[in-house]
């Protein structure tokens, strides 16, 4: 018996919705800095050259965040600067100063900026197939065709694994900073990743479940074999062009 071609728009719109707001979702962890938190437990331990204390610190795809310490009543002072992806050698050989105890420290802090760039690469192409896979989505709702379903269901595979390797990389960034970078992540500080980082598991996770329901519901209908009512496998039917 042929599946409610009601029931069966019904289940891609709510799936569709879902990846909607999951898209929302995203957008908000791109565009905070809540991605990973560090916090010093003893800030005193960690003083720069102007004598203030950093305290805590937030970092996103695009830019840091870091609270300082200063003055006799320990007053918080926030900066916040954007990632440099394209720094020129005179930037690096400035950081170098921070940690020079570190004989390679270009090359690790090149790798690290080599990192954030593929971490912003994927966020891009995923937001791109995010717009495009709606956009499939939509369509299949209005015009159910078997091969368009199958078709939806591999862009939100694609995007789910964009939005994987993008997290996978930014853990491996943190790993990096961690064990190379003392200046972003200083000895003695408490990690823990944020509520970006969370979302965009979530989305995820949304994304590789719809595609699962617009792959399950792709199966092709014959319409000789199906009820006279069924429209999903009148649509399924190959299409006549030109003239009979």
Known sequence: MATDPTLERKILLGGTLATAVAFLFQLIAICTSQWLIIEIPKPTSFVNKSGRYLFKSSSGLWRMCRVYLQGTDNSEVEECESHNLFPFEEDIEVNEAIDSHYLDY??????????TRTVIAFTIIALVLMCIVHSF???????????????????HFMTAACILVLNEVFVKAVEHEREHLADRFPDGGDSEYGFSFVFSWLVFIVFVVVGLIFLFVSHKRKADMGEDDDALAQEDEPMQLGRV
């Open 106 to 115: 270009r090359a690790k802090e090149v790798l690290q900026i080599d990192y």
């Open 137 to 155: 989505a939509f369509y299949t709702i209005r015009r159910p065709r078997y091969i368009i379903k199958r078709l939806t269901a591999l862009l």
